[in-house]
């Protein structure tokens, strides 16, 4: 199983970024998958879920009408698209396979900061 | 669901056996995991279902509990394991973390 996101980097507030984690290794249609983030220092905080099908999402009510969980199960592929950035959502993003979050990728970096 | 967890931070020999809390605001059921977090490295799994150990966590860990109250422990430590660790809520969304436990060497 190997999960690699990708996509992170220094962006403005107000401004927006889109994640992707790159899914091999098993069946990537058959699981559930998550964002997971981590403020400098901080602890782990849920982000989000998809479903399998893509037909049910769920989000930290810290993100929710901001950021958009969605997957390409053709490309194996999970997506965070991170629309109006506060500095508060300076993370490490991390996707996990949500099987009691049995495989995390390395993660990637989001800096929002003018 | 608040997740409690404590201490935030623990120092330990090696050999030695260490238990980390974790409260729940209110049940969860036994829908609880503890991960294990280490520079460099990718998160890991150790247990799931509150007591079920991941495949390969070592058999010195272990987890116990239901309802609200989750205790992991690891008996006779190896240098390896002085790490954070957190446990998780899965029983509702959104789904919440406890704090973290900084386990350093004395």
């Known amino acids: 199983v190997q999960l690699v996101e990708s996509g992170g980097g220094l962006v403005q507030p107000g401004r927006s970024l889109k994640l992707s984690c790159a899914a091999s290794?098993?069946?990537?249609?058959?699981?559930?998958m998550a964002w997971v983030r981590q403020a400098p220092k901080k602890g782990l905080e849920w982000v989000a879920t998809?479903?399998?099908?893509?037909?049910?999402?769920y989000y930290a009510d810290s993100v929710k009408g901001r950021f958009t969980v969605s997957r390409d199960n053709a490309k194996s592929s999970l997506y965070l698209q991170m629309n109006s950035l506060k500095s508060e959502d300076t993370a490490t993003y991390y996707c996990?396979?949500?099987?009691?979050?049995?495989?995390w990728g390395q993660g990637t970096l989001v800096t929002v900061s003018s | 669901v608040q997740m409690t967890q404590s201490p935030s931070y623990l120092a330990a020999s090696p050999g030695e056996s260490i238990s980390i809390s974790c409260k729940a605001s209110?049940?969860?059921?036994?829908?609880l995991a503890w991960y294990q977090e280490k520079p460099g490295k990718a998160n890991k799994l150790l247990i799931h279902s509150a007591s079920t150990l991941q495949s390969g966590t070592p058999s010195r860990f272990s987890g116990s509990g239901s309802g609200t109250d989750f205790t992991l422990t690891i008996r006779s430590l190896e240098s390896e394991d002085f790490a954070v660790y957190y446990c998780?809520?899965?029983?509702?969304?959104?789904?919440?973390f406890g704090s973290g436990t900084k386990l350093e060497i004395k």
């Open positions: 209110r049940s969860i059921s036994n829908n």
């Open positions: 998780q809520q899965f029983n509702e969304y959104p789904l919440t």
């Open positions: 998809i479903s399998s099908s893509g037909s049910r999402t």
């Open positions: 996990a396979r949500d099987d009691w979050f049995a495989y």
């Open positions: 290794g098993f069946t990537f249609t058959n699981h559930y």
